[in-house]
């Protein structure tokens, strides 16, 4: 993909972008341009950071605490899971369990499960079940449904 960038006068601003095919990668850069990006900031024992949505993988509520698991680390974070559903459903996450919201860009298989459930396996090589109540939910949104523009998981 060829990236180029041109210094114009104030008001002159402009974005353009040329694509084949409409893409939920694409869609999501639409609204980053639109909206700009939104930052979690997460705490560890190594300190404190700015978290960006394309970094972290799901979010677990573990006693009462909500944590933003990214690649390699963890991070305590200070939101609900509830906000985190609202907040980042547009930039892939979904609730997939009473614990649990995963970020399905980072979802890299599905294996149905016994009783009407879902395995994730993500491209950390974790383990995320999606709970037959939020099923037909996620089959829809794999069929872009919900996210809109036919997210797959590849």
């Known amino acids: 993909m060829k990236v180029s960038m ?16 409409s893409t939920p990668e694409l869609c999501r850069l639409l609204r980053f341009l639109q909206e700009g990006s939104l930052v979690l900031y997460g705490k560890n024992e190594q300190g404190g950071r700015q978290l960006l949505p394309g970094q972290i993988y799901y979010f677990e509520r573990v006693d009462d605490k909500i944590f933003a698991y990214t690649k390699e680390q963890e991070y305590q974070v200070a939101v609900t899971l509830k906000e985190v559903e609202e907040r980042l459903k547009r930039h892939g996450f979904f609730r997939c ?58």
């Open 97 to 154: 369990n009473k614990s649990f919201v995963v970020n399905i860009d980072h979802i890299a298989s599905v294996q149905s499960q016994l009783g009407n459930r879902i395995d994730a396996k993500l491209d950390n090589q974790e383990h995320i079940i999606i709970s037959r109540r939020y099923v037909k939910e996620f089959r829809e949104l794999l069929k872009g449904g919900i996210h809109g523009e036919g997210s797959q998981i590849y």
């Open 6 to 21: 041109e210094q114009v006068e104030p008001g002159k601003e402009e974005v353009l972008i040329r694509y084949c095919e």
